[in-house]
C-alpha cells in the first residue's frame, strides 16, 4: 500500500482551530490540545491560575482590567492592571489603578494628588489602553481625565520602580461648557431644556451660590439670622430627564 509522507513545518504558528472540520485546516493547524499555549511561534506550557484584585481594604467594584505583555518579563511574566471604585464612608468617590505582576506582587499606582486624592473620575464604560515604544510604554486613560502612562526602562523587572504619571501634551478631556446660565430668584420657579440628552455617567451639573444672603421674612426659607447656625434657607434643583 503506497504511503504519502506529508512534511509539517512552522507547527506553532497557527495555533488550535477547533470550529472548522480538520480536513479544511493545513497540517500545521491543530485541532485539539489541552494544557497548552501557542505563542511567539512555540508551544508553550499553560500556566496556573493568578488570583487578582484580592486586595485587602478594598471594597470597590472592578471595572476594567488589561493585560500588559511587558518585553522586560517576557516570555513567561506580565503585568495586570486593574481599575476599581474608591469607597470613602460607603460612597464612591473617584477610581484607582492596580497593578500586579505574574508572581502576586501588587502595588496601588493612582498618583496620590489626583483629583484632590479621589483618584481618576468615576467612569463605568470609559477605559481604555494601549501600548507604545516597543511594549514598554503602557498608555491609559477613561476619557475624561488626562491620560496617563508607565515607562518601564529596558530591564527593570521591579514592579515597585513603575510610576504612573500624566502623558505629555495631552490636555483633560473634561471640558467645562455653560449650557444654561440662570440666576434663581426666590419664590420664582425657573423652567429650562438642555436642549440635548444628559449621560450622568460622564457630565455633571454644576451650581454656584454667593456668599452674601440676605434673611427674608417668611417660612421656611430666609428665618433665623444670617450666616448663624439658625439660618435657613431653601433650594431646590429639580431635573427632568429625557
Known amino acids: 500500500m503506497a504511503e504519502e509522507i506529508i512534511s509539517v513545518v512552522d507547527i506553532a504558528s497557527k495555533g488550535v482551530v477547533i470550529d472548522t472540520p480538520p480536513v479544511a485546516l493545513a497540517e500545521n493547524i491543530f485541532t485539539d490540545v489541552k494544557n497548552v499555549r501557542f505563542k511567539d511561534g512555540a508551544v508553550r506550557k499553560m500556566e496556573g491560575e493568578l488570583l487578582l484584585n484580592n486586595i485587602a481594604g478594598v471594597t470597590g467594584q472592578a471595572r476594567y482590567i488589561a493585560v500588559w505583555e511587558n518585553p522586560n518579563l517576557q516570555p513567561t511574566g506580565v503585568y ?3 481599575v476599581v471604585d474608591k469607597v470613602t464612608a460607603g460612597v464612591i468617590v473617584g477610581q ?3 497593578i500586579q505582576d505574574h508572581t502576586g506582587v501588587k502595588r496601588n499606582i493612582t498618583p496620590s494628588s489626583l483629583n484632590s486624592g479621589n483618584g481618576f473620575a468615576f467612569t463605568t464604560s470609559g477605559w481604555q489602553h494601549t501600548l507604545f515604544s516597543g511594549g514598554f510604554t503602557f498608555i491609559i486613560n ?4 488626562k491620560p496617563h502612562y508607565i515607562l ?6 521591579n514592579i515597585n520602580n513603575l510610576v504612573l504619571a500624566e502623558l505629555p ?3 483633560s478631556y473634561h ?8 440666576v434663581f430668584a426666590a419664590g420664582v420657579t425657573n423652567v429650562f431644556d438642555l436642549g440635548q440628552k444628559v449621560d450622568f455617567t460622564t457630565n455633571e451639573i454644576v ?8 434673611a427674608q421674612a417668611g417660612t421656611p426659607a430666609g428665618t433665623g439670622t444670617v450666616n448663624d447656625t439658625n439660618f435657613v434657607q431653601e ?5 427632568r430627564l429625557l
Do not use: H, M
Open 207 to 214: 451650581v454656584t451660590g454667593t456668599n452674601n444672603k440676605t
Open 235 to 239: 433650594f431646590i434643583l429639580r431635573l
Open 175 to 182: 471640558v467645562e461648557q455653560t449650557i444654561v446660565d440662570d
Open 80 to 82: 495586570y492592571l486593574w
Open 152 to 157: 518601564d526602562p529596558a530591564g527593570n523587572t
Open 169 to 171: 501634551g495631552w490636555d
Open 96 to 98: 484607582e489603578i492596580y
Open 142 to 145: 477613561n476619557g475624561i481625565d
